[in-house]
């Protein structure tokens, strides 16, 4: 994942923000896989919640993880008076986008998707 080695490099709103579009590009192909679509950030991040984890079929955690990730991308990127981020604020996005990833894809598994 790209967003290691921004983080390996201290670039933390580096690592941020390819941690979100990680989880956000996961989000979209399990949404994909179940026939729903969103054009926007907003709208991909609220049918994950509608259809993945209010239903019971991914824990409530990770639909957490997605709206931290998002929200600390959304302040680095477009914020400036946003707080720099620390390591430890990019070390745990980062390591919960791996989290994310990884659940997405036994998701994936479990419902028939082939890697």
Do not use: C
């Not at 993945?52 to 824990?59: A, D, Q, R, W």
């Not at 477009?78 to 989290?99: F, N």
């Amino acid at each position: 994942m790209t967003a290691q080695d921004d983080l390996a490099h201290g670039h933390w709103r580096g690592a941020t923000n390819r941690a979100y579009y990680a989880v956000f590009h996961v989000a979209s192909a399990a949404l994909l896989w179940i026939d729903v679509e969103r054009a926007r950030h907003s709208g991909t991040q609220a049918a994950f919640i509608e259809f993945l984890v209010k239903p019971g079929k991914i824990e409530p955690e990770f639909g957490q993880i997605y709206t931290r990730a998002r929200k600390a991308r959304e302040e680095q990127d477009y914020d400036l008076m946003a707080a720099p981020l620390t390591r430890e604020d990019a070390a745990r996005i980062v390591s919960d986008a791996e989290r994310f990833l990884a659940r997405i894809e036994r998701y994936l598994l479990e419902t028939g998707a082939r890697p």
